[in-house]
Nanobody
Framework: QVQLVESGGGLVQAGGSLRLSCAASGRTFSKCGMGWFRQAPGKEREFVAAISRSGGNTYYGDSVKGRFTISRDNAKNTVYLEMNSLKREDTAVYYC????????????????WGQGTQVTVSS
């Protein structure tokens, strides 16, 4: 069992930066690939970024490539999402998720989800 708690969301102006954190409880964090997804009102959940168990492989959605960076610290059971050059269209609830699967870009492959943190980008 893995419990995930996101933090770091908030209100930021366009062009600004935020860093989201996701703290995981449980002893299996290092056995899980981790991902970030987001969902804006009226839209489907969208893949943002993912990182493999060791951190050696990272994956990004097309809309955030070059602006967002995912990382993890297995010693701290934490995964991060550094978001730069934020745009209004990045406004959404951001969810952290953990997967035993290697398919890290598909929401259905994730086993555990956090409660989400709101990110609002103003113009």
């Amino acid at each position: 069992q893995v419990q995930l708690v996101e933090s770091g969301g908030g209100l930021v102006q366009a062009g600004g930066s935020l860093r989201l954190s996701c703290a995981a409880s449980g002893r299996t964090f290092s056995k899980c690939g981790m991902g970030w997804f987001r969902q804006a009102p009226g839209k489907e959940r969208e893949f943002v970024a993912a990182i493999s168990r060791s951190g050696g492989n990272t994956y990004y959605g097309d809309s955030v490539k070059g602006r967002f960076t995912i990382s993890r610290d297995n010693a701290k059971n934490t995964v991060y999402l550094e978001m730069n050059s934020l745009k209004r269209e990045d406004t959404a609830v951001y969810y952290c998720a953990a997967a035993y699967s290697s398919w890290l870009q598909v929401p259905d492959k994730f086993d555990y989800w956090g409660q989400g943190t709101q990110v609002t980008v103003s113009s």
